[in-house]
């Protein structure tokens, strides 16, 4: 079978005795043999080795159950709602990418982290690329993070912040943001993919050889994913998003990655004219304060591992026009329409004739499948005029046959609901969601004066 000719025209040479020829032959001119001659190894670069090197002492590799852990101690940030994000505080060499849409308080955070992490005594330099130092320190002497130990540069340039980081010698480095600075090593302006590679895999590089935690501040696209190539998630160590409503004060960070901690933690905070407050409790902030009303329910959402009652609400009016609207803030518009079409079917509770607002208190966002009791609950005593009492909680799923399905962390969800007093919590123990809605009544009729018949 004739040998497929190389791609490339470099010299080629005779494995058998040696000899060379510019053009590529399938027998060897000098010794005859077929299928001999093949590509100049030595020439083309093809196999060509690399030397191994051997390590130091210091980087000898050792069993892991040699190593020991507590020579990355963490460091708490101050703020104890993000070091319950990183999983306890700031470990050396980290390296942490927070992102979050323009104006939701990034900034105001890691300032407040910075002051906090310098009172302390750690030394910070905050590597400001998108204010000047002038407007950091207005907003610094308004939040109250004002600390000597807390040092400040506006640089876009990567050369000139690792600079300040030779001179200042931080314990902790923050730079605001990674879009916005630019390095002589790569070409392009700041901000493109290729800049943004080149930025930051050199802070990651300066962090992990001085055992130095740096925050970098990341911009997210219109979609609300973080602008940039995919490869910065995957070389920084924690990827945090801080979230929150333009509407309401309330903000949340979520770790979406964090290879020193759990990735199912929320930290809760409170935007102020004084600067971001931490809500280590907040309990109160997603319940009403009035007399129980008919077409209210609480349930018990889950974000991250803590637990919270959410106020559920839900109006119904009867309709003038052929199609009835559902409005809904909070919860899942297609989840509560199959609940409203479970509760039709199921319960006899007719809601196709009546326009449906259905909403959470205070601006949350309860999404998940364990509303659906809740908004059942909600929704069918808005229609029979019924008003839930305030010791009565809601967890449960509902699936299309009118089950109450259990939900994730319902032990959880169950303790927390009695630590806030709520004694009486409705969920899958009682089977369907007739059952459960009957259970309700039954507080409700267990009350003076009240006398209601089941569904």
């Known amino acids: 079978m004739a040998s497929r000719r190389p791609a490339t025209a470099a010299p080629y040479r005779c494995t058998e005795c040696g000899w060379t020829t510019l053009k590529w032959v399938g027998r060897c001119g000098e010794c005859q043999q077929w299928g001999t001659v093949v590509e100049a190894a030595e020439q083309t670069g093809i196999t060509r ?42 470990v050396p060499g980290a390296a942490i990418l927070l992102s979050g849409e323009p104006g939701v308080g990034k900034s105001t955070l890691l300032l407040e982290v910075a002051a906090k992490s310098a009172k302390v005594g750690r030394r910070v ?41 030779d001179e200042v010698q931080p314990e902790l480095l923050i730079v605001d943001s990674v879009q916005t600075v630019a390095s002589g090593l790569s070409e392009g302006m700041a901000g493109h993919p290729s800049q943004v590679r080149e930025v930051a895999s050199t802070l990651i590089r ?59 933690e929320v930290g809760c905070f409170d935007m102020t004219g004084a600067g ?24 018990i959402a889950l974000e991250g591992r803590r637990a919270m009652p959410v106020e559920v609400q839900a109006l119904t009016i009867a309709s003038t026009s052929p199609n009835p609207r559902r409005i809904v803030n909070g919860v899942d518009a297609a989840r509560v329409a199959m609940v409203l079409a479970v509760l039709e079917k199921r319960c006899g509770v007719e809601t196709s004739k009546l326009d449906v607002y259905v909403s959470t208190v205070g601006g949350v966002r309860f999404t998940e499948p364990a509303a659906d009791l809740a908004i059942a609950i909600a929704v069918a005593g808005s229609v029979r005029n019924d008003a839930v009492p305030r010791t009565l909680a809601a967890v449960g799923e509902l ?12 032990a959880q969800r169950r303790s927390e609901a009695a630590r806030l007093g709520y004694t009486d919590v409705i969920d899958n123990r009682s089977g369907t969601i007739r059952a459960a809605l009957n259970d309700v009544r039954a507080r409700v009729r267990s009350r003076p004066g009240d006398d209601v018949p089941d569904f």
Request: aromatic residues 4%; proline residues 6%; negative net charge.
């Open 399 to 410: 699936s299309l046959a009118g089950e109450v399905r259990p939900v994730t962390q319902a």
């Open 206 to 264: 300066v962090a992990k050889d001085r055992g130095l935690p740096v925050i970098i501040v990341g911009h997210v696209t219109k979609d609300g994913s973080i602008a940039g190539p995919r490869i910065l998630e995957h070389l920084v160590d924690v990827v945090c998003h801080f979230e929150g409503d333009r509407q309401t004060s309330l903000r949340f960070v979520r770790a979406l990655k964090n290879r020193f901690g759990p990735t199912d």
């Open 125 to 165: 330099l905050y590597a400001s690329a998108e204010e000047s130092t002038a407007q950091v320190r207005l907003r610094a002497e308004r939040t109250g993070a004002l600390h000597d130990e807390l040092y400040l540069a506006a640089e876009t340039d990567l050369a000139t912040i690792l600079g300040h980081v």
């Open 49 to 90: 080795g690399v030397t191994a090197v051997s390590p130091g002492a210091g980087r000898a590799a050792l069993p892991i159950t040699h190593i020991d852990s507590r020579d990355a101690p963490r460091r708490t940030t101050g703020v104890g709602e993000f070091d319950r994000v990183l999983g306890g505080g700031l």
């Open 276 to 299: 971001i407050a931490e809500v280590p409790d907040p309990s109160a902030l997603f319940l009403g304060h009035g007399s129980p009303e008919p077409g209210t329910c609480v349930a």
